[in-house]
């Protein structure tokens, strides 16, 4: 009785275990639905204005990122080309933007032979973020956000400021000029410094 009654004098009071299981119960309930409300936000969408092709959503969040990166590094470096590792998601305007415009005929064209391009899904909370972190990618400034590698596996650099970010606005011949530069001058510019 003297337990109890200086848990009461200290502020606490006793839980029973029924209380305790029920609480436990509802969170559990809360997670479910939070998992679900989650699925249903970050899940491929096609906004208006934007195709929905038949080809399949440009990120995947099944594939091992870990993986799929050192493979693609490893090619790259063996078949001496660029390689570009971009980090975004289905439900972004600007990474399927980014994606479209990419394998847009002209684009296709020049990469073809010189490139080698991986998505990397950051879809969900932090997922692949410890990929980001490891490749020096910062996600702070928005997505889609990309990582170049030269022929010999060096890298080029980053897309950290945001030049990738508002993806949505550039066409596919500012896309173009984007992965010349970076082949042709080992330079990182913002797509739409060069006119529609």
Not at 104 to 125: A, C, H, I, M, P
Not at 138 to 145: E, K, Y
Not at 180 to 191: F, G, Y
Request: hydrophobic letters at 40%; a negative charge; glycine letters at 6%.
């Amino acid at each position: 009785m003297i337990y109890h009654s200086a848990l009461w004098l200290g502020g606490y009071s006793l839980v029973s275990r029924e209380h305790l299981e029920a609480q436990s119960d509802l969170l559990a309930e809360l997670r479910a639905e939070n998992l679900e409300l989650t699925e249903d936000l970050f899940g491929p969408h096609v906004s208006p204005g934007m195709d929905s092709d038949a080809e399949p959503p440009p990120y995947d969040a099944n594939v091992d990122a870990h993986e799929e990166v050192a493979m693609a590094r490893d090619v790259a470096v063996q078949e001496q080309k660029f390689l570009m590792i971009t980090f975004g998601a289905n439900w972004c305007m600007d990474c399927r933007n980014l994606h479209r415009r990419l394998k847009s005929k002209d684009v296709q064209q020049y990469t073809e032979d010189r490139f080698l391009f991986v998505n990397v899904d950051v879809g969900k909370f932090n997922q692949n973020a410890d990929l980001a972190k490891e490749l020096g990618i910062t996600l702070s400034r928005g997505i889609p956000v990309a990582i170049f590698f030269d022929p010999d596996g060096q890298v080029i650099g980053t897309t950290n400021e945001g030049q990738l970010e508002p993806a949505r606005r550039y066409t596919s011949r500012q896309i173009l000029r984007f992965v010349r530069d970076i082949a042709e001058r080992s330079l990182i510019t913002t797509p739409d410094s060069v006119s529609g």
